[in-house]
Nanobody
């Protein structure tokens, strides 16, 4: 069993920043790709960013240059640094553990006001 706990969401004005954290337990964290997804009201859940066990990363086009995903294996934690936030970034953000079995965090709300 893998447990993922997200934190760091909240309300921020456009142009501001937030850092999301996802702490994992019950797994060999360093061997797996981790990802952040988001789901806005009325839209499908979409991939925002991922980071592999070798710390290679990729991002959705909509967040490139603004968001940075990173991981701290010693803390079993993956982060999403979100800068220059836009109202269209408003969504529930979910952490995903990409093992043979997929695990999701409970989600953390990010709301960006104009």
């Amino acid at each position: 069993q893998v447990q993922l706990v997200e934190s760091g969401g909240g309300l921020v004005q456009a142009g501001g920043s937030l850092r999301l954290s996802c702490a994992a337990s019950g797994s060999i964290f360093s061997t797996n790709t981790m990802a952040w997804y988001r789901q806005a009201p009325g839209k499908q859940r979409e991939l925002v960013a991922y980071i592999t066990s070798r710390s290679t990363t990729d991002y959705a086009d909509s967040v490139k240059g603004r968001f940075t995903i990173s991981r701290d294996n010693a803390k079993n934690t993956v982060y999403l640094q979100m800068n220059s936030l836009k109202p269209e970034d408003t969504a529930v953000y979910y952490c995903r553990y990409n093992g043979v079995t997929i695990y999701w965090g409970q989600g953390t709300q990010v709301t960006v006001s104009a």
